[in-house]
């Protein structure tokens, strides 16, 4: 069997890596930096900063232990499911920075509703159990937050010479082209998981459409495939990129209230009703 196989942290160092991930930060930079409230969460990839554009005071970065890319943070003392402490020892809204914490993605330290933007990038195709993640990711996000997901799309070129790879590994010989960790998963597919748990897809898109050449050399000479795929082929891209909006029926968010509802008075009773009134009263006596 062929005995090179690349890693996660190895394959953002090649050519292809570096295509993909200058590809996804132009999309995470024009995206999130559009979305507002308090409480961000970057979950795996900490390569990747793609909440450096967001303005939320409260921005978060999580490390897994299967996939850690720079050394871990010191360990809470208080018990706690991971640690909050920045790396400078002040907070995010005074350094400008994102708090890196180490924790269980399907166990995240954070209270129901409590977060307005959670981002996956490649997280639910490296976990062990990308549904736990996901359904985790729906219970810290507030009524009308978001998350943003991206993933390698298996129907493209790259996932096609990722099958192959497979396959002669098992015969083998070859090699992977992308990194051994995770699996999959489809764009429909993702749909499907986010419609179950009340997610409606604001947008969608794909892109990286050059083929699976691992040399820089040829990435460039295919430059003009971006511009051809994402018109006469778009869902063939090599990876997919999508927001999507937690919506929870019966909950209306309510705005401040910008103008006093003056309270009204009650009708007043002419003069010439009050004393026909008496007179009947008298009357009736």
Request: with cysteine.
């Amino acid at each position: 069997m062929g005995d090179q196989i690349i890693e996660l942290q190895d394959f953002f160092q090649t050519p292809q890596g570096r295509y993909l991930l200058e590809w996804e930060r132009a999309q995470m930079g024009r995206v999130v930096a559009d979305i507002f409230g308090f409480h961000a969460l970057q979950l795996g990839m900490p390569n990747l900063e793609t909440l450096n554009t967001n303005r939320m005071p409260h921005r978060w970065v999580a490390h897994n232990q299967a996939h850690p890319l720079r050394p871990a943070p010191s360990a809470p003392t208080d018990g706690s499911h991971g640690s909050m402490a920045p790396e400078s020892g002040q907070h995010p809204a005074a350094t400008g920075s994102a708090v890196h914490l180490m924790c269980d993605f399907a166990a995240l330290p954070f209270p129901a509703n409590s977060l307005d933007l959670v981002v996956l990038p490649h997280t639910l195709e490296l976990d062990a159990d990308p549904h736990a993640t996901l359904r985790e990711v729906e219970r810290v996000l507030v009524p009308e937050g978001r998350v943003v997901i991206c993933g390698v799309n298996p129907a493209s070129l790259w996932g096609l010479r990722q099958r192959r790879a497979h396959l002669y590994r098992r015969l083998g010989f070859g090699e992977l082209f992308l990194p051994r960790e995770g699996e999959f998963i489809g764009y429909w597919r993702m749909r499907d998981w986010l419609r179950l748990l009340n997610f409606e897809v604001e947008s969608g898109r794909f892109g990286c459409y050059r083929p699976a050449v691992v040399s820089e050399k040829w990435l460039d000479r295919y430059q003009w495939m971006d511009l051809a795929g994402a018109r006469w082929w778009p869902i063939f891209g090599a990876v997919y990129f999508l927001v999507a909006v937690k919506r929870v029926r019966g909950v209306r968010l309510l705005g401040p209230p910008w103008k006093a509802v003056p309270v009204r008075a009650g009708a007043p009773v002419s003069v010439t009703n009050r004393d026909h009134v008496a007179k009947v009263l008298h009357d009736q006596e």
